[in-house]
């Protein structure tokens, strides 16, 4: 039996009787239990991370940095076990889950470290010498201090990678709320941080919706949240009523625009690698294409040959090019988004039905299809790809900006000027041209949305006010005291005059500035000196 760790590296029982259960993915077995953390777990798990986290934070980027690239160097080593873990959790096949997941870890480090090490330096400002004479001031970005990180089941790995590691690179301690669905993957993974750096900075809890509101209301000094709008929405409140900063990264319903002079080859092998991709539950994945209509009729021949040919199942290498879908309820929504899409007109150009012992389905294509249907405006999260046959562009601007989502887009067309400027019309997060969704493996670019989506940043210097707060110092040099402090007189008034004078380019009178404040501080030396 596999524990809740509160502690990954001294693997604590939690002390619950309550389990988390399943079954496979891949062929329905049930899988290990994992104990639901108790309140008491999740409170002692914030405390070991409070105390911990000043002692972590001393090292500075440079000491964080080298025990974090210890642990990634570990899970590199061991990615045969996650792998199999993964496999066996969400059904994710290996090829799948080595380029999506195993072999992240380091290579994030190692960027996330350069951001972090400038993004977080002392900044020197100026001030100035009149106003603010013998002065020095700076600021610098700070750890909060404690971070929760609730992640999601789609990438039990990859979605570590955002708030974790860079939570801390940047001097804080964190608490892991895994999916319910993942659990035994985010152990792999702390229990490998935990190797390597000191008791208590990465703590696990694991529960359903109870156990992340507890988390919330554990005293954390900061949350990150990946997951639906509903729950997002939760989350944010509760992190709004106890005043802690909270970034919730939402969902996608992302679409992609293709023009008709766009390269179709490519095109169809970059739609169908970014909407099967992980069977679709990606909130990146393209989960709707907008096809001018005089070149639609080929793309879609193009993309019913390959989607017809891809295999589903839990083999290695080769022998599987889809994984099945994660989790039973997952399954039945594709189910019931591609009946409501058929009822409602579309046409099954292929897949739309279940496979194999667990919860594969085939890639399944549909043609025809309108801004009615589920399929083209709900987030699916599956291996769906509906076709919505367009005029022109102005049709698909009006398509993508009236979506509740604002995730990603991607334009396909040669002309590439031309998609710069459609770009620059869509409300979306991110906008790539002739591919999708591969800036969110780009850790200095911001991945981020409008809308239903949610205000959350990932990756980027712009994520780094979740992590941080800023701090200012001032250093003064004088040994007198300022020409404005107390007691006020009217030599006072008259300084502030002339400065206002100065400000507006009425310089006549400058000269008497400097006399005016030697006086001033005189004066104010002499008060306060008197006993």
């Not at 020409?483 to 007189?489: A, C, E, G, T, V």
Request: glycine share 10%; proline share 6%; with cysteine.
């Amino acid at each position: 039996m596999q524990t809740a760790l509160t502690n990954p590296k001294a693997g604590a029982e939690a002390g619950s009787p309550e389990m988390l259960t399943g079954v496979s993915p891949v062929d329905g077995r049930p899988l290990p239990p994992v104990s639901i953390s108790t309140v008491e777990d999740i409170q002692k798990a914030v405390a070991g991370a409070r105390d911990a986290q000043p002692a972590w934070a001393a090292l500075g980027v440079d000491g964080r940095t080298a025990a974090l690239q210890r642990a990634a160097k570990r899970m590199l080593v061991d990615r045969d076990t996650i792998l199999a873990i993964l496999t066996q959790e969400i059904g994710k096949f290996e090829v799948d889950g080595l380029f999506s997941e195993a072999l992240g870890p380091l290579d994030v480090v190692n960027q996330w470290a350069k951001l972090v090490k400038k993004g977080t330096a002392e900044k020197k400002v100026f001030l100035n010498p009149v106003g603010f004479p013998g002065k020095k001031a700076s600021h610098q970005l700070v750890p909060r201090g404690v971070i929760g990180c609730i992640t999601p089941w789609n990438y039990p790995i990859a979605t570590f990678f955002r708030p974790v590691i860079p939570a801390l690179l940047t001097g804080n301690a964190v608490v892991i709320k895994p999916s319910e669905f993942a659990p035994r993957a985010a152990n792999w993974f702390a229990t490998h941080l935990a190797a390597e750096l000191p008791d208590g900075v990465v703590n696990v809890v694991h529960g359903r919706g109870a156990v992340g509101a507890a988390l919330i209301d554990a005293g954390i000094d900061a949350c990150t949240f990946t997951g639906s709008v509903a729950t997002g929405k939760k989350v944010a409140v509760a992190c709004a009523e106890r005043l802690i900063p909270v970034s919730v990264e939402l969902g996608g319903k992302d679409p992609a625009i293709v023009l008709e002079d766009a390269l179709l080859t490519r095109t169809a092998a970059g739609l169908g690698h970014w909407a099967l991709q992980n069977a679709g539950q990606s909130c990146g994945a393209v989960e709707v294409a907008l096809v001018q209509e005089n070149i639609a009729d080929e793309l879609v021949a193009r993309l019913r040959s390959g989607f017809s040919r891809l295999h589903v199942g839990s083999g290695r290498f080769a022998e599987t090019d889809l994984s099945p879908l994660a989790t039973e309820a997952q399954l039945e929504l594709v189910e019931r988004h591609v009946k409501d899409a058929i009822d409602k007109g579309a046409k099954l150009v292929t897949g739309g039905e279940r496979t194999g012992e667990g919860f594969g389905y085939l890639p399944t294509l549909l043609d025809n299809c309108t801004d009615e249907m589920l399929v083209t405006t709900e987030e699916t999260f599956g291996p769906v790809l509906p076709i919505v046959r367009i005029a022109g562009v102005e049709e698909a601007i009006r398509f993508v900006n009236g979506s509740k989502y604002g995730l990603t887009a991607s334009i396909w067309t040669k002309d590439l000027a031309r998609a710069r400027r459609i770009a620059g019309r869509l409300d979306v997060g991110t906008v790539t041209i002739n591919n999708h969704s591969v800036t969110g493996a780009m850790t200095a670019l911001p991945w981020s949305g409008t809308r239903d989506t949610g205000p959350g940043i990932a990756n980027s210097t712009h994520s780094l006010s979740l992590f941080c707060r800023p701090k200012s110092l001032l250093v003064d040099s004088n040994t007198g005291p300022d020409p404005f402090w107390l007691p006020f007189d009217r030599s006072l008034y008259d300084l502030g005059d002339l400065l206002a004078d100065a400000m507006v380019g009425r310089v006549g009178q400058a000269f008497r500035i400097p006399i005016l404040a030697l006086g001033r501080a005189k004066t104010i030396k002499k008060f306060w000196s008197q006993r």
